[in-house]
């Protein structure tokens, strides 16, 4: 069974820094992008930033691109997300999100609060 499960969220000071992990399980890790959605109260579900399988290109959406990092640890079939100069607009819950076999898996999303 495919799990990924998120973790790291929190409430933070405009400026702040966090870090998100996302763990997965029930499928082979190396071989498949994974990336980290956010979706703000009343907004849709956007992507943030992509990793590539096996060698680690990433992709960030212009919201985030220069204050987000994505990583990914094959040892630990983890994906990280530090998010640095965090802004009141990062608000919302993060979610990662495999695409296998045609189909879409998420987990059950971390809220990261900003206060301004």
């Known amino acids: 069974e495919v799990q990924l499960v998120e973790s790291g969220g929190g409430l933070v000071q405009a400026g702040g820094s966090l870090r998100l992990s996302c763990a997965a399980s029930g499928f082979t890790f190396d071989d498949y992008a994974i990336g980290w959605f956010r979706q703000a109260p009343g907004k849709e579900r956007e992507g943030a930033s992509c990793?590539?399988?096996?060698?680690?290109?990433?992709t960030y959406a212009d919201s985030v691109k220069g204050r987000f990092t994505i990583s990914r640890d094959n040892a630990l079939n983890t994906v990280y997300l530090q998010m640095n100069s965090l802004k009141p607009e990062d608000t919302g819950v993060y979610f990662c999100?495999?695409?296998?076999?045609?189909?879409?898996?998420w987990g059950h999303g971390t809220q990261v609060t900003v206060s301004s």
């Open positions: 990793i590539s399988s096996r060698d680690g290109t990433t």
């Open positions: 999100n495999a695409k296998i076999l045609r189909s879409d898996y």
